[in-house]
């Protein structure tokens, strides 16, 4: 049978982990191997804004003694990716450069929504009883050393997530300096965590009850290890939970690694993150808590064989993407009938001008947001609601897509409505977007937006054709199109600027 081996590399704040997989063309994949080391990059890039030099030196270690590792395996293929320690540091370029001149391996940093999409998969793959505990609302609760990913599901659609920089270490960390006494420290704490865990309580949640809990991140496992006789398996309760923090405030972090072989680092982590899962179960008034063993490396391979179309599976990623996009679209009342026939419209100009815009698959889906959220603006104020638009999503995470991506689509929605700019005039505005790519999108989206800018629907039955260096539109209607053909006009205009094919809107009369 043939099989190669892949290796997954998570550049964590708290730890540095690798999982070497085997992929079979038949059963998919196994985990054959993984190694750990505990190296707090993140006490660093919390405490400083920098990785130091010591902690360089110790991460290039770590990361060439991975290599021989996958020597043993005869391992060439791999990813590995930075996390918020080495993402918001602002070093992080010379790290990584460093990085590849030590150790060969190429470090890409992944966005927060990025890394909790990868945790997503990850978890949606392994966990055998995923699919049935989100059809009832669901928070997914990733607690990470540097922040808590909280994200929502229900009838088995992502719906929303929102990140809270209280991660166990980051709170570990911001109260280390001010010298609580124990009993002192755990009160302030949990009114830190509860503070902010309220404050998404009443934007996100209001009246909805989470019926379960998935609790995934990196301390999870080390607090089950701290109550062996309760045998937990997949899941714990409340009296569970009591009876974790129970030993945490009896015992100092020194005596809980020395009993439980635990890395100290790692125990000092387990107060706080005990006190976040704690707070989470009692104001979702849910009843349990699940407990997979998931981790970053999990998701990794899993986009590894979707990317590579080596192993196809029954959940549809991007529909997820699409799910939280809809209700963020209705969280600022936008109009979902016109949006969603924009979407269709900008769709399916894009799929008919494939071999002239030379875009990938991504980029369509960047099209169906920013058409689903191009007038999100206008919640906020109906002038200037193009750049409104562009500031909402500028400040929205959307997770599975990087910033890179987020900033394009909220380019293209803010340059829908208003002229696009010269490369020159934009290219300091943009950071690392393509310019072309903005425009390119901009372009479907205006000609899109202007078929149904009467918000009526009036193209709902429409064909088109790329014939003799244009882009023949046929709309099946009675209705007036006079709104129509004279906005389209102007928007044809810049299509052909950026496409050098012009688009034409024909009006058939059928009864």
Request: proline share 2%.
């Amino acid at each position: 049978m043939a099989y190669k081996t892949f290796a997954a590399i998570d550049v964590g704040s708290n730890d540095i982990s690798m999982k070497i997989f085997e992929i079979t063309t038949r059963k998919g994949y196994r985990q054959i191997d993984y190694v750990s080391s505990i190296i707090e990059l993140g006490s660093d890039t919390y405490a400083t804004g920098y990785i130091s030099q010591d902690s360089i030196e110790r991460l290039c270690d770590i990361l060439n003694g991975f290599v021989k590792k996958m020597r043993e395996y005869n391992t060439l293929d791999y990813c590995a990716y930075a996390t918020s320690a080495i993402r918001e540091a602002k070093n992080n370029i010379m790290v990584l450069d460093l990085i590849k001149l030590r150790t060969g391996i190429t470090v890409n940093i992944l966005s927060n929504s990025e890394q909790r999409f990868l945790m997503y998969k990850g978890l949606a793959i392994k966990a055998d009883y995923f699919d049935k505990i989100v059809e009832k609302n669901t928070a997914i609760v990733d607690v990470g050393a540097g922040s808590i990913q909280i994200s929502l599901m229900n009838n088995g659609k992502l719906t929303t997530t929102q990140n809270i920089p209280i991660g166990a270490l980051r709170v570990r960390e911001r109260l280390k300096s001010l010298r609580f006494g124990n009993t002192q420290l755990e009160h302030v704490m949990e009114e830190l965590i509860a503070n902010e865990i309220n404050t998404f309580r009443h934007y996100y949640l209001g009246e909805k009850e989470i019926k379960n809990i998935i609790a995934i991140g990196d301390e999870i496992e080390n607090l089950i290890r701290l109550v062996p006789e309760l045998q937990i398996e997949d899941h714990l309760d409340a009296n569970q939970l009591n009876a974790i923090y129970g030993k945490l405030v009896n015992k100092s972090a020194v005596d809980i690694a020395t009993e439980y072989k635990i890395p100290y680092e790692r125990a000092t982590l387990l107060l706080p993150a005990a006190i976040i899962y704690g707070l989470f179960l009692k104001q979702s008034k849910a009843d349990l808590i699940w407990t997979p063993s998931v981790d970053l490396c999990d998701g990794i391979i899993v986009e590894e064989l979707e990317n590579s179309k080596k192993l196809s599976f029954e959940r549809d990623f991007t529909d997820d993407i699409r799910s939280s996009v809809i209700q963020l679209a209705k969280r600022y009342h936008c109009n979902n009938i016109h949006n969603h026939n924009v979407a269709k419209i900008a769709c399916q100009i894009f799929d008919k001008t494939k071999k002239i815009h030379g875009l990938k698959n991504e980029h369509r889906l960047q099209l169906e947001i920013a058409a689903t959220l191009h007038d999100c603006g206008k919640f906020i104020n109906m002038n200037n609601a193009a750049f409104n638009s562009y500031s909402i999503i500028m400040s929205t995470e959307i997770m599975g897509l990087s910033h890179k991506q987020r900033e394009e689509i909220a380019n293209v929605v803010r340059y829908n409505t208003q002229p696009l700019p010269n490369y020159d005039e934009l290219k300091g505005q943009i950071g690392e977007c393509d310019y072309m790519i903005i425009a390119k999108l901009a372009a479907i989206l205006k000609v899109a937006n202007a078929m149904d800018r009467s918000h009526k629907q009036k193209a709902s039955a429409y064909s088109m054709v790329v014939k003799d260096k244009k882009l023949v539109i046929t709309v099946d209607t009675l209705d007036d199109l006079a709104l129509e053909r004279g906005l389209f006009k102007d928007k044809a205009e810049f299509f052909l600027r950026v496409y050098g094919i012009e688009p034409v809107l024909r009006q058939k009369r059928s009864i």
